[in-house]
């Protein structure tokens, strides 16, 4: 299942390449990739044609994007998008004179380029027709997280959003999906105190970077996020008997991190699955939390993890981050850090809730029975 570094990978390909642009056409190719928008399809492709993608934002592995409705005001709804097991999101520009598309240049046909366009991938569920950007109203776009906004744009960018486009929602295992979900608000309670972004909230004001999708606030903030808590995650480790693990996929504590990263945190910081979660002292809760951040801002680094053409970011790219794993996928294969203190460790793999844990035997002790 994408993780968060996944999902972040396609929401800044999605701020980059898409946001600006009115949508102008949806076809709902198959009604299953959007069960949880309850109105049905008639009614999705109603609420979403003429609108404009305003902003790109994500929680955990929930992505969504905000919509400016035709005079440029932010509506009272956001298309939220989960890519489940196998879900894609893929950009695909529309080939022309102008666009700086890559295709026009490899295939040096124009025709050949227009085929790529028109090719329907395997397993499209959603296909979104996107005009150039701005071709109506004024978006105010916010951006999303920080870290993705840039401050110049190439010219083939420019050119790129000159033309139209097609966002595809592609999902193999059909385990992902689509909906639209009122915004509420989540203003973070430092903010709310005037604590943190001072000035930042107007009287009767709630900023759209403090507005979430219904849908989605009840997700915990993940690690990578500017008003994550560490002191509140800590607190609700000591209120679980859990092993660490099942509370570090528990999206209510911690967001964004599954089955990959948890094994890679804990390897880290060489603790076992199934030590219970309030047993965690004070300074091995702070190392995990600081392991399970170092994690994620790696393998965002790197695109994510692709072990397989499932997981890609809207251009169709592979991330690499699984030449960097220390435990996930690797039984039977030596510890590294065991080799490097000249210790022979095998990592082993383990059942664990109908899935699979990996640990090195050695760093990761299994906690005492009692």
Known sequence: MPELPEVETVRAGLADHSLGR??????????????????GPTHFEAALTGRALRGAYRRGKYLWLTLSEADGTL???????HLGMSG?????????????????????????ARAAFDEQPRHLRVALELGPAGATGDTGATRGAA???????????????????RLLFVDQRIFGGMFLSPLV??????VAANKAAPGEMAPGEVPER???????????????????????????FLRTSSG????????????????????EALWRARLHYAKPARTLSAAQTRELLEAVTQVLRESLAAGGTSFDALYVNVLGESGYFERSLNAYGRAGEPCHRCAEAGRTSLIVREPFQNRSSYR???????????
């Open 88 to 112: 894609q999101l893929l950009v695909r520009d529309e080939p022309g004179s102008e666009s700086g598309n890559e295709l026009d240049g490899d295939s040096g046909n124009d025709a050949e």
């Open 210 to 236: 403090f507005l979430v999708p219904e849908a989605v606030k009840h997700i915990a903030r993940d690690p990578l996020d500017e008003f994550f808590d560490p002191a509140a995650v800590r607190r609700k």
């Open 360 to 370: 090195c035997p050695h760093c990761q002790r299994a906690p005492r029975s009692r």
């Open 147 to 165: 870290s993705t906004n840039r401050a110049s744009v190439n010219r083939a960018s420019v050119n790129r959003a000159s033309t139209g486009q």
């Open 22 to 39: 009115p949508v102008q056409a949806v076809r709902v190719v198959d009604a299953r990739s959007i069960r949880r928008h309850l109105p």
């Open 244 to 263: 660490i693990k099942k509370v570090l996929l528990d999206q209510s504590v911690i967001s964004g991190v599954g089955n990959i990263y948890a094994d």
């Open 75 to 81: 509506a009272d709804e956001a298309l939220v998008v």
């Open 185 to 190: 608000p989540d203003v973070p309670a430092a």
